[in-house]
C-alpha cells in the first residue's frame, strides 16, 4: 500500500513524460530524415527519360536596341551610311577641349572615346557640348558629323 501521495503522484508523471520525451526525439529524427532524403533526391540523378530543350539567347538587333533607348544619330554634312556607322550612347561633357564620350562603332559594343581620340580609322572625337558630339577627320578640321542624345522626358 502507497502511503505517501506525493510519491504517488510523481510516479504516475514520470510514466508520461519519458514516452511523450522519446515521441519528441523520434519525431526529431524523422523530420532530419525525410528533410535530406528530399534534398539529396532532388540533387539526384536526372532519369534518362526527362528531356529538356536547350534554348540558346535570340539576336539581339543593336540599332533597334539603341533606338528603343533614345540614341538617334543626327548628321550634319555626312550620307546616311556614315552616320548609320556611329551610335551615341552616352556623354560626359569637361570644359572646352575635354570630355568623353560612349559611341558605338558598327553595331559593335559601344567604348569610351576622349576628346582628341581616334573614334575608328579616319575619324577623331573633336568636340563634347552637352548632350552633342562632333566627329571629322582631324582635330583641327571642320566637323563632318554631329551626333545628339535624344532630349530627355
Known amino acids: 500500500m502507497n502511503h505517501n501521495p506525493l510519491m504517488f503522484h510523481l510516479s504516475v508523471y514520470s510514466r508520461m513524460v519519458l514516452p511523450a520525451a522519446s515521441l519528441l526525439v523520434w519525431g526529431g529524427v524523422m523530420f532530419s530524415a525525410v ?3 528530399l534534398r539529396w ?11 529538356f530543350a536547350v534554348q ?3 539576336e539581339m ?3 533597334a536596341a539603341a533606338r528603343s ?3 538617334v544619330p543626327v ?3 555626312a550620307s546616311p551610311d556614315l552616320a548609320s556607322r556611329f551610335q551615341l550612347q552616352g556623354v560626359m561633357a569637361g570644359g572646352p577641349n575635354a570630355g568623353a564620350a560612349l559611341i558605338s562603332v558598327d553595331g559593335q559594343v559601344a567604348k569610351p572615346y576622349r576628346v582628341g581620340a581616334s573614334v575608328t580609322e579616319g575619324w577623331v572625337l573633336q568636340s563634347v ?5 562632333s566627329l571629322g577627320t582631324s582635330m583641327d578640321g571642320p566637323p563632318m558629323l554631329a551626333l545628339e542624345l535624344p532630349a530627355k522626358k
Do not use: N
Open 35 to 37: 528533410t535530406w532524403g
Open 69 to 71: 533607348l533614345g540614341a
Open 75 to 77: 548628321q550634319m554634312a
Open 41 to 51: 533526391s532532388a540533387t539526384g540523378v536526372v532519369p534518362s527519360d526527362a528531356t
Open 61 to 63: 538587333d543593336l540599332a
Open 129 to 133: 557640348q552637352g548632350r552633342r558630339i
Open 56 to 58: 540558346g539567347l535570340p
